[in-house]
C-alpha cells in the first residue's frame, strides 16, 4: 500500500485549519479559507496533494456529515412553513440560470434549433447553472448562528428542491440530446423516495425515540444516527437517482425533533469538523487545474461567472420577494443559492460523457465553481450583520 495519502491527509488537515482560523480573523467565513487551502496544495499553485480516491472518499463523508447535522439542526415547524417558499424559490432559481447560460452560449457560439448538436451544448452549459451547493452555505449559515432562521431554513428547503428539480432537467436534456433518460422513471423515482422517506423514517424515529429513554446521552445514539445516515444517503444515490446528500439532510430530518437531537449532533460534529469537513472543502480547491485556460476561453469563462452569481441572486432573490420577503432578505437568500458545487461537476462530466460538452469548457466550470464557493460565504456575513428592512 502506497501511504503517502496520509501526508497528503496531514497538508491537507493542516493548512485547511490554519487557513480557516486566518480567515476569521480577517472577518471572513472559515470555509473560504478552507478552499483557498486546497487551491494552494492543488495542481493549480503548489501541485503537493491531488484529490485522489482517498481523498475523495474523505470528501463525500464530509459533504455527508454536514448534510445530515443541517438536518439534524432543522426547526421542523419552520421548514413546513418555508416548504412552498423554498419551491417557489427553487423553481425560479432553476430557471433563471438554465436560460441564461443557454442565451450565453448562443451569444459567444451562435444560436442553433434543437436538435442540432450546439442547441444541446448551450442547454447543458445552463444546466450546469442550475445546481447549489447547499454545503458551503450551510457550513456559512452554521459558523453565523443563523442556520435555523427563516430566511436560512429557505436556503436549504430550496437548494435541496433545487437538486431535485436539477436532476430531471438533467435527464431531459440528457434524453433530447439522444441519451438513454427516462423522464417518466425519473418523477417516479423521485416520488417513491419520499414516499419510502416517510414510512422508514417514521418506524426509525420511533425506535430512536425507544433508544434514547433506554440510554439517554450514551454514544449509542449518535453511532446508530449515522448508520441510519449513511443508509439513507446510499439508498438515495443507488434506489432512486438522488443526491446522496439529500438522503443524508432527509435522514437529519427523521431525527431532528428527538429529544437527544442536539447530543447527537454534538457528537457528530466532532468527527465532522476536525476531519471529514476540512478535506471536503479543500478537495474543491484540490479539484481545480487552471492550467488548462487560454485566452480563447477566458472571456467565456469571465461572463459564464458573472452569470451563474447573477442569474442565481436574481432568480431567486424574485422569487422570494414573491414570497413576501423583504428585499434585504431576497438578497440573502439569492446569496445563499449562489454556490456551485459537485452536482455541477458531475453535470458537466455528463455532458462530456454524452459528447455533448467538450473537455474545452471544464476551466470554465471549474473557475465558476471555485468564485461562487468562495463569494458566497465571504458576502454572506456582511449580508446578515446588516439591520433587517422593515
Not at 280 to 288: D, R, S, V
Request: aromatic residues 10%.
Amino acid at each position: 500500500m502506497d501511504y503517502s495519502f496520509l501526508l497528503e491527509l496531514a497538508m491537507i488537515i493542516f493548512l485547511a485549519k490554519a487557513f480557516g482560523i486566518l480567515s476569521r480573523r480577517i472577518g471572513i467565513p472559515q470555509v473560504a479559507g478552507e478552499i483557498v487551502a486546497g487551491l494552494l496544495l492543488g495542481p493549480s499553485v503548489l501541485g503537493l496533494a491531488t484529490a485522489n480516491d482517498i481523498t475523495e472518499i474523505f470528501a463525500e463523508i464530509g459533504v455527508i456529515m454536514l448534510m445530515f447535522e443541517a438536518g439534524l439542526d432543522t426547526d421542523i415547524v419552520k421548514l413546513k412553513k418555508s416548504g412552498l417558499k423554498s419551491f417557489v424559490v427553487a423553481c425560479i432559481g432553476v430557471l433563471v440560470p438554465l436560460i441564461g447560460g443557454h442565451l450565453l452560449y448562443g451569444l459567444f457560439y451562435g444560436f442553433a434549433a434543437p436538435p442540432s448538436k450546439e442547441f444541446y451544448t448551450a442547454l447543458f452549459m445552463g444546466t450546469i447553472l442550475t445546481a447549489t451547493s447547499v454545503s458551503i452555505t450551510v457550513a456559512a449559515l452554521s459558523e453565523m448562528g443563523k442556520l435555523t432562521t427563516d430566511v436560512g431554513t429557505t436556503i436549504i428547503g430550496a437548494a435541496v428542491i433545487d437538486d431535485v428539480i436539477g436532476i430531471v432537467v438533467l435527464t431531459l436534456v440528457v434524453s433530447g440530446a439522444g441519451g438513454q433518460g427516462n423522464v417518466g422513471i425519473v418523477l417516479c423515482k423521485i416520488a417513491l423516495f419520499f414516499v419510502v422517506t416517510f414510512i422508514v423514517g417514521f418506524v426509525v424515529h420511533k425506535i430512536m425515540a425507544w433508544l434514547e429513554e433506554k440510554h439517554p446521552h450514551t454514544q449509542r445514539l449518535p453511532i446508530y444516527s449515522l448508520a441510519f445516515c449513511f443508509a439513507m444517503s446510499y439508498a438515495a444515490e443507488q434506489f432512486f437517482g438522488i443526491a446522496d446528500i439529500t438522503g443524508a439532510y432527509a435522514a437529519g430530518l427523521v431525527l431532528c425533533t428527538i429529544r437527544n437531537n442536539s447530543y447527537v449532533e454534538k457528537k457528530i460534529d466532532i468527527s465532522s469538523y476536525m476531519l471529514f469537513g476540512p478535506v471536503f472543502f479543500a478537495c474543491i480547491g484540490l479539484k481545480t487545474d487552471l492550467s488548462g485556460i487560454n485566452l480563447s476561453i477566458l472571456g467565456f469563462s469571465i461572463c459564464f461567472i458573472i452569470v451563474a452569481l447573477i442569474t442565481k441572486v436574481i432568480g431567486c432573490g424574485i422569487a422570494a420577494r414573491f414570497c413576501g420577503y423583504g428585499w434585504m432578505d431576497c438578497l440573502r437568500i439569492g446569496t445563499g443559492m449562489m454556490t456551485r458545487g459537485e452536482v455541477a461537476l458531475v453535470v458537466a462530466q455528463k455532458g462530456l460523457s454524452e459528447g455533448v460538452l467538450t473537455s474545452a469548457f471544464f476551466p470554465a466550470v471549474i473557475l465558476m465553481i471555485i468564485v461562487t464557493s468562495v463569494a458566497t460565504p465571504i458576502l454572506l456575513k456582511p449580508l446578515f450583520s446588516k439591520v433587517e428592512e422593515s
